[in-house]
Every structure is written in structure tokens, then in C-alpha cells.
């Protein structure tokens, strides 16, 4: 019997202390990074340059359970375990018998789940000596995300943030200023990779593509510089399944099960952390939807392919087997600045071929109208890239009011939107249009994929 609270909490002495590893239960193996020289699988020695060994040993680990050591618990508990709601007055408004739930990863100091694995991120790279780490950010959340964890690590903090948003949005840069990093508008004339960009286009407004090719080179030409990347590898979206683990011990509180998890999907690691606890249950038999939300005009996994593809723009990083727009793909101006990416996660590609996720793609402007629909009646204002999650919830609800099924619906709320007033002024304006990213240029950029023998 569902109860009737609003939020359900846990203790801190309640927070997981293990992230919970996929890997071991998945339904096929994963294929491997492979290095684009050798063709061979990346081995521990190539990730050395960019990555400190206890993260490369997590990448690959088929341990079910990784212990959290200390130091970051006691920082997660700055704002972990996070709340999870029950939203009475959305399911009022929409008049839907379904039971929904989100889980509010707002909360964190930079405003989203990123910090999850950015103190995990910059612990291990500070117990390994590295002095300063180099990262890549869209729209601001994921290099806010580091400089906190960097500051609190006393590391330094490098951050390429694409250019357009490096102009749009300079409250996010300051947050990243506030908390000691630097910050480059990327595409710069500080790496090859850059330059080579502004040779052909000097007024390129830049990708994440691009910038993470630009902290890559930069951490790879520094000896005592690493590499941090805030989704995509495994242990990224193995940082986050703190997450969820949460999520089931407050269910459980309330006596609730989900039948449907959404989660907005840029790289795959919010939605990754919700949903791969559960997974496993629905590998082992129950009954649960699971649902991946992406932008109409960035469809990587409704309308990519699922092959190997380099991770970045200019080529230097493995090629990992995933979903993917091709490298070469630039990303129209959405708002939702951290769903403009062309792969995705190598471990929810593998669950979306295996069936086990099923992806979707919504447009920008539905989308918004999701966002206020929410904020006017839950209050918080939602992340433009959390309003993919809620108009894939929201739809879910409005099917439960045809059918009268009585679902319990669970949200990744993966941050909240206050960096985002521009887009919510440009919605409420009218200004905001949909993009459907056009066939051929999917095509055209899918030409570009590398060939690759199989492992
Ligand atoms: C609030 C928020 N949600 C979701 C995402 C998408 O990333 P991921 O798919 O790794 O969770 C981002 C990325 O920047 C974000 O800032």
C-alpha cells in the first residue's frame, strides 16, 4: 500500500556504501574500447596517459560491488542521500491514477547528479598525485560538477567549455571560476586540435566533440595533468548507481515498486544510475519499462547506429562500440546543452540493441511544456535536459488516465534549470523552435565511421 508522503527520506548512516557494478549481469558482454592504431582492445597501459589506474581498473571490473571508500562518503553526505518525491500535485493536474515518484538529484552543490562522480573522479586522481585535471563541459553542468570536486581536493581544474556556451551562459563559467578552475572557450588556440578547427572555421562555435579532444591532448602532452570525463565510460555511470541503490531502499519504505523508470539520456550516466539497479531485477524477471528520453535533434540512440565510433572530434580517444550520430556530427542550438552529444554510454547501447531499455526522442518545445507543467505544479524548475525525462513521465501518466492502470512512475530528476533562465525566457517568449536532425546529414556523417574488424 503506496503511502501518502510527499518526500522519503533516508539517514545518512542509511547511504549505500557500494556502486553497483552491471557489468558481471549483463545479458551479452560488452565489446571492448579498441585502440584506433592497432585495431587490438585498449589495454590498462594506453588509458595510463589520461586516466589514474584505479579508475581504468574500475572500467573493467567485473566485481558486483565496489566498496565507496570513506572520504567520499563523508563528502556525499553534504547532500546525499537525496530526497525522493512523490508528486501528488502533478498526478492531480493531470488527473492520472498513476503513482509518480521523482528522485531529486537538484540538491548537490552545483545543481545536478554530476557531482556523483566528480569527488569519486577527483579522489582517485588526488590518491594517484595528479596536480591539476582537464575536462570538457556544454552547457556548464559537468565542469561545475569538477571544479567543485576539484576544489575540494585541492587539484586544479582545466575547463574546455564550447564556445557558444561559453558566450550564452557566464554564470556557469563563473560558478567554475568561483570554485578555481580555468576556464577556455573551445574551440583554442592551445592544442592542435583546436587550431587545426579554427585553420578550416575561425568562427566555429565549437562541440563537445571538439573540447573533449582538446582535454584530452592537453592532459595527454602533461605529465602531471589527467583526464575526466563526466559520462559515457563505465565507471562513470558505475559512480551513479548510488543513485538508484537510494531509490530502491525508499521504495521499499512506501511499499512501492516501479512498472516505469525514465530517465533523460545525454551520455547515459543520470538515467544509468536510476536505472541499472533495477535492470538487474528485470533481468532476473519482473515486470519494468525502462524508458531512455533524447532530443528529436540530437537522436542518437532512436536514430543512430550501433557501431564503433571515435569519442571525440579529432580523433584521439578509443573507439567504443555504442550508439552514435558519427564523430563528425554538430549538434543544433538546443537548450538542453548536455543532450548534444553524439555517442552514448557503451552500456545502455548494449541494453537498448539487447531490448532491455527502450529509447525515445522528443522535441524541444513539447518538452518546455513538460518543464512548466511540472514547475507550476511540484515548484522546482526543472534542468531543459531533466524536462526529456518528464515529458516521457508525463505521457507515461497521461496513457495510465485512457487505461485507468494504476502505475507507479519513476523520474530521474537529474538537476534543476536555474542556469537556464535564458531558455525558459526564450519558451515563455515563443522564440523556441524544434529540430529534427535532417536524414542526410545523419547519413553523411555516419560515412565517416571508422571500419572496425571485430575483437
Ligand atoms: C541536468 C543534466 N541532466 C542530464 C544530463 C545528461 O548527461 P547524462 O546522460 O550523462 O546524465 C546533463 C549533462 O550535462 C545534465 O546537466
New binding site residues.
Partial sequence: MASDETKILLRESEMPQRWYNINPDLPAPLAPPIHPGTGQPVGPEDLAPIFPMELIKQEVSMEPYIEIPDEIQRIYRLWRPSPLYRAHRLEKALKTPARIYYKNESFSPPG???PNTAVAQAYYNKQEGVKRLCTET??G??GSALSFGCSLFGIECTVYMVKVSYEQKPYRRVLMETWGSTVHPSPTKLTNAGRTILEKDPNSPGSLGIAISEAVEDAATHDDAKYSL???LNHVLLHQTIVGQEVKAQLKLVDEEPDVIVG????????AGVAFPFVKDKLNGKKIDIIACEPEACPTLTRGVYRYDFGDTAMLTPLLKMHTLGHTFVPEPIHA???RYHGDAPLVSLLVSQNVIEPRAYHQLPTFEAALNFARTEGSLP?P??AHALRGAIDEALKCKETGEEKCILIAY??HGFFDLGAYEKYLSGQLEDYEYPKEKIEAALKELPEVAAP
Avoid at 264 to 271: E, K, L, Q, T
Wanted: aromatic share 8%; with cysteine; hydrophobic share 25%.
Fill in positions: 545536478s547528479h554530476k556544454g552547457a553542468q559537468w563526466g559520462s559515457v533523460c539520456v545525454g551520455g547515459g550516466s543520470n538515467f546543452g548536455g543532450l534542468a535536459e531533466t537529474s538537476g
